[in-house]
């Protein structure tokens, strides 16, 4: 049979790994010290030097960050607080933020988004605070730093605390200081589809040295030694301890994070490039550059366009059949999060948030990750134009 000549299959993302890499892993592996032990602690002592040297503990995922800091701030019935107390969050990020929300059984209060930036509209924020409000949690989409000062007079003005979703945010900066290394909570996912990974696993940065000591107990059970050597339960904590094994990774990985943050602003420049071309005449919208005057800012984890849906002659799961029938994959972020089974059966319903509903439906993620080349970016843009020519 002739062999049909095939171009390699181009993911939507893919994590950097070396043989240096799985050395190290393979090392703590076989030390036989694999749960949480000394790789840990100098995982968290690396990713503290990172952000300017504030309080950091790792757990198993992003989600477990979020889930254990809104217990620190004893937010939500689950935490001591009440089952009124309003925490707002965008309606365009990923599921994960209101699932924690509604776990910690207080109330999601969601606002729009920008749509080009993505990011929560602060404006929508400030009318959303009522008494009852504790707490603001933003999502950094993609990697571009939501405003920080205006956030943090938003906060302070109403004594609320932030805990930024910065899952997609490690290695981004706003005006000159890493997301992380400022403000008052923020959590980082190392998921492989993130900027560095430890297969799952996430972290949380603090401003309080205190506060990261509680959230340390929380994420092994709320256990606490005594001084005769048992041990107590005071407050009811879960199981979000990360491995050793993962924590090596992380360690190994860490060093590289500025460069791969650099490799993916080029292939950004180089889609900017090929695809501002064709823009306009497809209609196609574009992801925001970068914050204003700060380009290495955005850590680039994911290029999203829009696509023109109202003028095209197919769907979108038609502009991705077609994508991946030409080798190319694609991804979706993220689906309007009020309109889930979850918060419709809350009330919600579209038309509450179009930005966000409008990105819901027109969204489509590009392959993007350190290793692409410039040939690779060429061919993805090249496939964009070729599908919407022949569906607009
Ligand atoms: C991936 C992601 C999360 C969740 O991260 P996990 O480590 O998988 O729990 C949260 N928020 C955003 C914006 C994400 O992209």
Not at 99 to 125: G, H, P, W, Y
Not at 215 to 237: N, Y
């Amino acid at each position: 049979m002739p062999t049909t000549p095939t171009v390699p299959y181009l993911p939507f993302a893919r994590p950097t790994l070396t043989a240096h890499m799985a050395e190290a892993v393979s090392e703590t592996l076989l030390s036989h010290w694999i749960a949480s032990g000394p790789q840990v602690q100098a995982f968290e002592s690396a990713l503290s030097q990172y952000h300017g040297s504030r309080p950091t503990r790792v757990f198993t995922s992003a989600t477990a960050a979020l889930e254990v800091a809104l217990q620190v701030c004893g937010i939500g019935a689950t935490a001591g607080g009440s089952a009124d107390d309003e925490v707002i969050t965008s309606a365009m990020t990923f599921f994960s933020v209101g699932n924690m929300i509604e776990k910690s059984a207080a109330r999601t209060v969601f606002v729009d988004c920008d749509l080009v930036t993505r990011n929560i509209d602060l404006d929508q924020v400030e009318r959303a605070i009522t008494p009852r409000t504790r707490a603001i949690v933003p999502t950094h989409f993609g990697g571009l730093p939501c405003d920080m000062d205006r956030l943090g007079q938003i906060a302070a003005r109403h004594k609320l605390r932030v805990i930024e979703d910065a899952a997609l945010a490690i290695g981004s900066s706003w005006h000159g200081r890493r997301i992380g290394a400022f403000g008052d909570i923020a959590t980082f996912s190392f998921h492989p589809n993130k900027n560095m990974t430890t297969i799952e696993g996430g972290a949380a940065i603090f401003a309080d040295e205190a506060e990261a000591r509680r959230a340390e107990v929380l994420r092994f059970h709320g256990i606490v030694k005594q001084a005769d050597g048992t041990r107590d339960v005071a407050v009811a904590g879960g199981k979000f301890n990360l491995s050793d094994v993962s924590a090596r990774l992380g360690l190994t990985q860490l060093p590289h994070l500025d460069n791969w943050c650099e490799l993916r602003r080029q292939r950004v420049a180089d889609y900017m490039e090929l695809l501002s071309l064709h823009a306009d005449a497809l209609g196609l919208m574009l992801p925001a550059a970068a914050n204003p005057g700060e380009p290495d800012g955005h850590s680039w984890n994911m290029f999203c366009i829009l696509l023109p849906l109202a003028s095209m002659t197919i769907s979108r799961k038609q502009f991705m059949d077609e994508m991946a029938r030409r080798q190319i994959g694609t991804g979706l972020s993220y689906e309007a999060m009020h309109l889930t089974t979850l918060f419709r059966g809350k009330g919600h319903h579209e038309g509450e948030f179009p930005n966000a509903e409008r990105i819901g439906r027109e969204t489509v993620t590009l392959p993007l990750f350190p290793t692409m080349s410039r040939a690779d970016v060429e061919r993805v843009a090249g496939a964009v134009v070729d599908i919407l020519r022949a569906a607009c």
